[in-house]
């Protein structure tokens, strides 16, 4: 049906470029969906000579086909009382592997047992480009400081303040005072999470060098309990604070926040299959 929508927005803007802007697509996925269109009906649908894409006879009327009952579809599909079922592809973060998916999975396996997630891990970054390009169907990643794209679909699920994890056995002081004393272990900033904290470090120990880069928070943890630094960090789990005997201290006022979320493709929304793992998501961050 995707495909369907994405000829129709084609056809009505004259572009590749502009209906890859209304159905949240990169133009070369718009161009991909649009050749495998033509093998399936087996004639092309757009004069490619041309300047912008102009669409055949053939694919005006397919256009006006679709127009007419997309909407009849879409009520039907809502109205049926099967629960969802069929193949998600779901990009997500290392991070929320750990703290979000076994809980949201048992919910799919209670509410919606028929839905199969196809799970690609990545950076919030390479997600986002996925998600655009209609590699992944939705994406479990952390909100750029930025707001990120409003021609995507962003569902708040976490809010997570950052601390200054340390090792259990050190002395008080303040965090000013332990960032410029005690090496600094950095998260590595191809992430959200690690840029964020870099900010955050940089204003309040202006050229502060870290130690070394990490690209992950369970190492990082591991390498603070040993002794070897310190780092700012999301509130990290109870089970590895516990297992490592960490602490975390807060970092007061203009500690760094980071929102988890869900982000779609406007074009999907009301898409029964993702609506469930949207709300299983929802249910699995709102338990303690």
Known sequence: MQWLATLSAVVQHGSFAQAAEQ???????????????????????FDRS????????????????????????????HATDAPPAGNVRLGITESAMTTLLPQAFAQLQRHAPGIALQI???????????????????????????????????????????????????????????LSHSPWIRLDRSVVAGQMAARFVNQLVPQRQPLLDVPGIDAIIAMV???????????????????????????????????????????????????AVEQAFVAAAALP
């Open 50 to 77: 041309a300047r912008n894409a102009r669409p055949t006879p053939f694919a005006i009327a397919l256009a006006a086909v679709v127009n007419r009952n997309l909407a009849e579809l879409e009520s039907m599909r």
């Open 225 to 275: 309990a040993a002794g070897l630094g310190v780092s700012v960090l999301p509130r990290i789990r109870y089970q590895l604070r516990d297992a490592y005997g960490v602490r975390e201290l807060p970092l007061g006022r203009g500690a760094p926040v980071r929102q988890i979320c869900m982000v779609r493709r406007l074009a999907d929304a009301g898409m029964r299959s993702l609506d």
């Open 120 to 178: 690609d891990r990545g950076t919030t970054p390479d997600l986002l480009t996925s998600l655009k390009a209609g590699r992944v169907d939705a994406a479990i990643v952390v909100r750029p400081v930025s707001g990120g794209s409003s021609r995507l679909l962003w569902t708040p699920l976490l809010r997570e303040e950052f601390v200054l994890v340390v090792p259990a056995a050190m002395a008080p002081g303040t965090t000013r005072q332990i």
């Open 23 to 45: 159905v949240n697509l990169t133009p070369s996925a718009v161009s991909l969906q649009m050749k495998q269109l033509e093998q399936y009906f087996g004639q092309p649908l």
